[in-house]
Antibody, heavy 117, light 110 residues
Framework: QVHLVQSGAEVKKPGASVKVSCKAS????????MHWVRQAPGQGLEWMGR????????NYAQKFQGRVTLTRDTSISTAYMELSRLRSDDTAVYYC??????????WGQGTLVTVSS | QSALTQPASVSGSPGQSITISCTGT?????????VSWYQQHPGKAPKVMIY???KRPSGVSNRFSGSKSGNTASLTISGLQAEDEADYYC??????????FGGGTKLTVL
């Protein structure tokens, strides 16, 4: 049974950074890409980027280039998403997800990041 | 990378069929068969309903079907049920190792 368990909600001030973790279990962590997707309140889904947990190679949406960093620690089957220079419009639920090979299948429970002064 | 275009809302009565469209460009939907559809109930994480434009994952009702023509993909739900009321999102591979989602469609079962 695949489980993706994310870290808890965060409140940050504008200009700060946030790092969200996603601990995977129930499958071979290094065998499947991991994507990060966010959803602002009442808004749609937005793809942020992807990491290959096996070699750490990352790909990012152009919108987030330079502000987002995806990393992983294979020793504890955990992926991380760090977003810097936070703005109020970065307030959203952030999801980690696995990639079946042609689509996003499993999702974490989501982490609410609130950016407010 | 612009979001794929979906109608903001659709509605139908129980037992009826509805179709949700997802329009992209020749750089995303039109170039790849890697279109997937997700159902999201309020406060829940999305769930994949269709992948590779027309394939159904194990466990998803056969009332859900997908198709693609040119730059537009479509999700059809037949025999509408109250439990189908949710938000639906399409997603397409957009080349250069990037993906793009649609803006989402709110389905109301009347």
């Amino acid at each position: 049974q695949v489980h993706l368990v994310q870290s808890g909600a965060e409140v940050k001030k504008p200009g700060a950074s946030v790092k969200v973790s996603c601990k995977a279990s129930g499958y071979t962590f290094t065998g499947y890409y991991m994507h990060w997707v966010r959803q602002a309140p009442g808004q749609g889904l937005e793809w942020m980027g992807r990491i290959n947990p096996d070699d750490g190679v990352t790909n990012y949406a152009q919108k987030f280039q330079g502000r987002v960093t995806l990393t992983r620690d294979t020793s504890i089957s955990t992926a991380y998403m760090e977003l810097s220079r936070l703005r109020s419009d970065d307030t959203a639920v952030y999801y980690c997800t696995t990639d079946s090979g042609s689509y996003i299948d499993y999702w974490g429970q989501g982490t609410l990041v609130t950016v407010s002064s | 990378q612009s979001a794929l275009t979906q109608p903001a809302s659709v509605s139908g009565s129980p037992g009826q069929s509805i179709t949700i469209s997802c329009t992209g460009t020749s750089s995303d939907v039109g170039s790849y068969n890697l279109v997937s559809w997700y159902q999201q109930h309020p406060g829940k994480a999305p769930k994949v309903m269709i992948y590779e434009a027309s394939k159904r994952p194990s466990g998803v009702s056969n009332r859900f079907s997908g198709s693609k023509s040119g730059n537009t993909a479509s999700l059809t739900i037949s025999g509408l049920q109250a439990e189908d009321e949710a938000d639906y999102y399409c997603c397409s591979y957009a080349g250069s190792i990037t993906w793009v989602f649609g803006g989402g469609t709110k389905l109301t079962v009347l």
